[in-house]
């Protein structure tokens, strides 16, 4: 599908990390946010924020306020909980044993040559 | 944790916001695509062009607020619906596995169930009325036995009037009648009820109506009749218009009036009536006939404890108002749920149900344990599974849930064998009853919501329990080092070895808890059987008839048991007979006192057990007259009354005495003593046999009261004589009704404590069994798995010139060493227990030391076969090929 051209679970950590670096932002502040991060790397479609958003406030990852904007709008402002927090730190260490674990294959797969 | 809490955020969301979640995203998303339009038209896009790249951008709003609310949604269930496709999936991989690990957690989980059972039909399970906990059982409390006895109509109405606890007390009492006039006529067992006795119980009519306040118990009212559902079925067909049909109990005409619901399992002392009837015998203004059992309810509010302290003040009151009566004796005032199957008992019940339900976990244990060795072994052979897994990215817990979904199912298999092996087994238990052909005393052991409720608890929790060590162990795994080797170095980690040695020695040390209990049940069961109960048991047969219920008269009854007494002796093959009230082994009890220098004052009667027998009773069942002589049969005419008592009976009264031409009297009517003619031998009751009783003979037809039993000492297998005995006494009465005929070896032993310890060496032992061979099954299974593990270190040091003899040493030296740690803990932990079975054992001490001695020894030799064969098997193998396999 459009929508999935980032890997699965990874959008949960670039919200993580945007709101752990940034801590209160609406939905459009962390669509922009992940933008300017993976310098328009991974294209995200920008709705599919909002569904990842609520999975994480089932989960308990982030909580919501109403709040206003500079120009005085309503708009719902996110921030991480502690249990966020954790799930960072834990997504990160997944995502790098993931990447050894890969990585390993590969090596193993093809012996280096040595001199 | 972090599952319920979602589970939980998920639900209120569910509940309180589900409305909300969409129109909270709308706004959301509008304002989203509102401020994309405006940065876009910033960028320099005209208007339109803004719109639909904003809209573009943002994707299918519709959609997307679909997304929203299934976040909120159930995406657990696909994770669970994954978990148990991965079970299935590793579990029949292994079939072999699956189905050892699931008998063995099948006989663990239906054993439990079943003991539960009991538990619950005696312990837990409410009586099936509105608000049962308000139900109250009263009775009096026999200071020498500590058994109940009944209340005389008149205590019963001055505790029910004077009371300032119960919102409402009635009285019962048993009877056995005989029903006319229905389908299936025949000895019925009544409850002589008082007339509010279901408006205390709050329990109304399924059919028709239950007796009216006011009705009764005056002898010019026209006697009416409520069914049972039971006998409403069995009697009557179920007929629907039964309301209103006449029919006779013994002579009397009753007209039905109603039927009780079926839910309705009313008891009293374990026997359910089939008859309910308003009391309008002659006894009720008798204040010594202490006949009933009384229930009550209490007022909202009331505590047991405060109904208890008001009736002991009323029980005060009484005795000085009526200092003539009986000596008023401390009431039993209980909960009715713990008073089943009566009051005094139900701590015995609740002892025995406890010491079969700690068994009965013992081996859930036992079993638990094998599956946890299996699936330490089985986790050791799949560790490169799990490195692969978790390489993969799966966290340890993801990777614990799956292996314990693996165990839960394997559980869920065992719980459903379970509920097979309890369904069975209730069913055995169900058929316990003490019975003597009409009077039925049983429980209703059966499976209901609760019982499945428990067998749903222990399966959830035998998969944790069993699973969870083996999960921890198995999870741990070093990447680089499972994947690299093969999996092959891993399976000699030391915390495998420590856990299945620690699993064995659990094993061990349980099983021997239940052999020695058994041990001390099959000792107790020989110890019984090697009692002498003082009289003949075979070659006897017993009848039981009531010709006053029939409508005899006293004259007319004497005649019947002369002309049929004639008859039987005449017949070939009977060496004798004699009538009885209760055939021997068996005794009605009363309160008595002596005069004469006797050590029993009137102000304190003792409780002595007693019977009414002919002159040739002592001879048909062999007891012999040791002092004085027997009865004769003018001893039954008018005139002093005598008595003929036992050995222990003798020297309860008159320690150190002749009690020949001494007195005594019933503390019911001391205006009437008796005079001791003769001593016989001691004789036990089958009721309890650890005790001799104080027993006291009277004349039989001197005073005839309901039913009689004729014993028939015969020349040869007494059941043969059956159809003989039973035409002599139709030949005399043609419709005389014989309540049952029976040898006397099946009523002693089928009532009492024998039935009681059997049934315990047929329970305990099956348990004993079970974990005997469940110790062997785990012992055998953890050696052969060391020692296959072993297997190339074996082939290397034959290679290396080690002999077979030394290889078995090796191998058989590690089974042992646990068995004797799990032995030494065994025994701790046995004598912790075993004191639970002391009130069911006879004349063995709890801390037998051949019992502990030999189940030692069994145990010891029954875990050196289970490790000499995987041993000796691993010591033949070929070294040459064990190196080659891997």
């Known amino acids: 599908m459009h929508r999935d051209q980032i890997p699965p679970g990874t959008l949960y950590l670039l919200i993580l990390t945007t709101l752990a670096r940034d801590h209160e932002l609406h939905g459009f502040e962390i669509a922009r946010s992940i933008q300017s991060i993976s310098e328009d790397v991974l294209t995200v479609e920008e709705g599919s924020l909002y569904p990842a958003l609520q999975r994480m406030l089932a989960r308990g990852w982030v909580r919501a306020t109403w709040g206003t904007t500079a120009e005085n709008r309503r708009a719902r402002y996110y921030r991480l909980t502690r249990a966020g927090r954790k799930q960072l730190t834990a997504e990160v260490s997944q995502f790098q044993r993931v990447f050894a674990a890969i990585t390993r294959v590969i090596e193993t797969d093809e012996p280096v040559e040595t001199a | 944790m972090g599952f319920f809490r979602t589970l939980a955020r998920r639900l209120w969301t569910r509940v309180r916001r589900e409305q909300q979640v969409d129109s909270i995203v709308d706004e959301e998303m509008q304002l989203h695509v509102a401020l994309l339009e405006r940065q876009l038209r910033e960028d320099g896009m005209s208007a339109d062009e803004a719109r639909l790249t904003a809209h573009r951008t943002f994707g299918n709003a519709l959609k997307l607020r679909e997304e929203c609310r299934d976040a909120w949604g159930w995406t657990w269930l696909d994770d669970l619906r994954r978990d148990v496709r991965f079970g299935v999936r590793a579990l029949t991989r292994t079939p072999g596995f699956t189905a050892t690990a699931a008998l063995v957690l099948s006989i663990g989980i239906g054993g439990t169930t079943a003991m539960f059972s009991i538990a619950s039909a005696f312990l837990v399970r409410p009586f099936p009325a509105p608000d049962p906990e308000q139900l109250v059982v009263v009775a009096q409390r026999d200071e020498h036995t500590q058994t109940p006895h009944g209340l005389s109509y008149s205590e019963y109405l001055d505790y029910r ?91 009397t005409a009753h007209t039905v009036i109603g039927v009780t619901p079926e839910c309705l399992t009313f008891k009293n002392y374990g026997v359910t009536p089939e008859l309910y009837v308003v009391d ?54 209980e909960a009715e749920r713990r008073a089943r199957p009566w009051p005094g008992l139900a701590r015995t019940v609740a002892l025995m149900t406890t010491l079969v339900m700690t068994l009965a976990s013992l081996v859930l244990l036992i079993a638990c344990a094998i599956v946890a060795t ?51 087994a209730t069913e055995l238990l169900s058929t316990f009853a003490i019975t003597d052909g009409v009077v039925r ?68 040390a349980m099983s021997l808890v239940l052999v020695v209990c058994a041990g001390l ?66 005794a009605g009890s009363r309160n008595v006192a002596t005069l004469d220098g006797g050590a029993i004052p009137e102000t304190a009667p003792v409780s002595v057990s007693w019977n009414r027998v002919d002159p040739a009773f002592f001879d048909t069942v062999d007891i012999p007259v040791l002092r004085g002589r027997g009865f004769r049969d003018e001893d039954s005419a008018d005139g002093p009354s005598v008595a003929v008592i036992s050995e222990t009976a003798a020297r309860w009264l008159w320690p150190e005495q002749d009690p020949l031409g001494k007195r005594f009297f019933d503390a019911s009517a001391p205006e009437r003593p008796f005079r001791v003619i003769g001593v016989v031998a001691d004789t036990r009751l089958g009721t309890n046999i650890k005790r001799v009783p104080a027993l006291v003979f009277l004349p039989f037809g001197r005073q005839l009261s ?42 002693v032993y089928d009532i009492g404590s024998l039935k009681l310890v059997r049934l315990g060496i047929t329970v305990i032992g099956a348990f004993g069994a079970l974990g005997l061979v469940l110790a062997a099954v785990g012992l055998y299974g953890v050696v052969a798995y060391s020692v296959s593990q072993r297997r190339q270190e074996f082939a290397i040091r034959t290679a290396l010139g080690a002999n077979a003899g030394g290889i078995v040493r090796l191998a058989v030296g590690r089974g042992l060493r646990l068995t004797g740690f799990g032995l030494a803990l065994g025994f701790l932990a046995a004598a912790g227990v075993t004191p639970l079975t002391t009130g069911f054992l006879v004349n063995v001490d709890s801390t037998d030391p051949v019992v502990f001695g030999v189940t030692g020894l069994l145990l010891a030799s029954v875990a050196l076969l289970a490790c000499l064969v995987p041993s000796r098997q691993a010591a033949k193998a070929d070294p040459l090929a064990a190196l080659n396999a891997e």
């Open chain 2, 521 to 586: 049940f099959v000792r107790s069961g020989q110890n019984a059987a090697a009692i002498d109960l003082g009289f003949r048991t075979d070659e006897l047969l017993t009848v039981w008839v009531d010709p006053l219920a029939q409508g005899y008269d006293t004259e007319q009854a004497l005649r019947f048991f002369r002309d049929v007494r004639t008859e039987v002796v005449a017949l070939p093959g009977v060496r004798s007979a004699s009538w009885a009230r209760f055939p021997s082994g068996f």
């Open chain 2, 441 to 508: 005393m049983a429980y209703d052991v059966r499976m209901d919501w609760r019982v499945f409720a428990f067998t749903a608890v222990a399966t959830t929790l035998t998969g944790l329990v069993a699973g969870f060590a083996p999960a921890l162990r198995t999870t741990r795994v070093d990447l680089t080092h499972a994947i690299g080797d093969g999996g092959r170095r891993a399976s000699g980690g030391g915390t495998g070895q420590r856990l299945t040695s620690g699993l064995v020695v659990a094993q061990v």
């Open chain 2, 161 to 251: 009037d004077q009371n300032q606890v119960f919102e409402g007390l009635a009285a019962h009492r048993n009877g056995v009648e005989i029903l006319a006039g229905s389908g299936a006529d025949g000895p019925a067992v009544m409850q002589h009820v008082s007339p509010d006795f279901f408006e205390v119980l709050r329990v109304g009519a399924a059919l028709g109506r239950t007796f009216l306040s006011g009705e009764g118990p005056r002898r010019d009212d026209a006697p009416v009749i409520v069914l049972s559902h039971r006998a409403w079925q069995n009697r009557f067909g179920a007929d629907p218009s039964v309301v209103g049909r006449v029919v006779r109990l013994d002579t």
């Open chain 2, 374 to 424: 299996l699936l330490v072994a089985r986790g050791i052979a799949r560790q490169r599974e799990m490195a692969l897994r978790a390489g993969l990215g799966a966290t340890r817990p993801r990777l614990i849930r799956q292996l314990m979904s693996e165990t839960v199912l394997l559980a869920m298999l065992g719980g459903i064998g379970g509920a097979l092996v309890a369904l069975w």
């Open chain 2, 706 to 747: 309901r039913s009689a039993t004729l014993q028939i000492h015969t020349d040869g297998p007494p059941m043969a004589l059956v159809s003989a005995v039973t035409d002599a006494m139709r030949r005399r009465d043609p419709s005389v009704t014989l309540f049952s005929i029976a040898t006397l070896d099946q009523f």
């Open chain 2, 280 to 333: 309008r015998s002659d006894g009720l203004t008798n204040r010594r006939q202490e006949t009933f059992s009384l229930i009550g309810r209490l007022r909202p509010g009331v505590t047991v404890a405060a109904a208890r302290a008001n009736l002991s003040v009323l029980t005060t009151a009484l005795g000085t108002e009526y200092p003539d009566s009986m000596e008023h004796s401390e009431l039993w005032v």
